[in-house]
């Protein structure tokens, strides 16, 4: 038997699949969410509809990582019920989303993980 290290140590991390408190900094001055529900309310803020997308994504993936929701899936329909935004802007912003590869899935999507970063970094930002 040999003492070499394995090569997949590497790859490993023994923090989580990515940086909540950076995420949570970034959703503080765009949303809240109910202790008692799981539930996300957007602020008043001036978000494009995609980075409120991106932010509810987010707020849902944080969620799921502590456990307090069984699925980070989004869908359009409940995005709208959520923010009260016109279907068709949703359903346009949803498919800039998928083409970026930010979402990932068919009717029911997921945030990608490894676009958490640049997510981050979008919600911090003025860009649109």
């Not at 899935?105 to 676009?115: A, D, F, I, M, R």
Request: charged share 30%.
């Amino acid at each position: 038997m040999t003492n070499k290290p394995d090569v997949l140590d590497a790859l490993f991390s023994d923090g989580g699949i990515f940086d909540e408190e950076e995420a949570v900094k970034a959703l503080q001055p765009h949303l809240t969410i109910q202790r008692s529900t799981s539930k996300v309310f957007f602020k008043e803020s001036k978000l494009s509809v995609v980075k409120k997308i991106l932010a509810y994504a987010l707020a849902k993936k944080l969620l799921m990582s502590r456990k307090l929701i069984d699925s980070d899936l989004i869908t359009a329909i409940e995005f709208k019920k959520a923010t009260g935004i016109n279907k068709n802007t949703i359903d346009t912003s949803f498919k800039t989303l998928k083409d970026k590869r930010f979402l990932v899935g068919k009717l029911k999507y997921e945030l990608s993980v490894h676009k958490i970063p640049t997510i981050v970094q979008m919600l911090n930002s003025n860009q649109k």
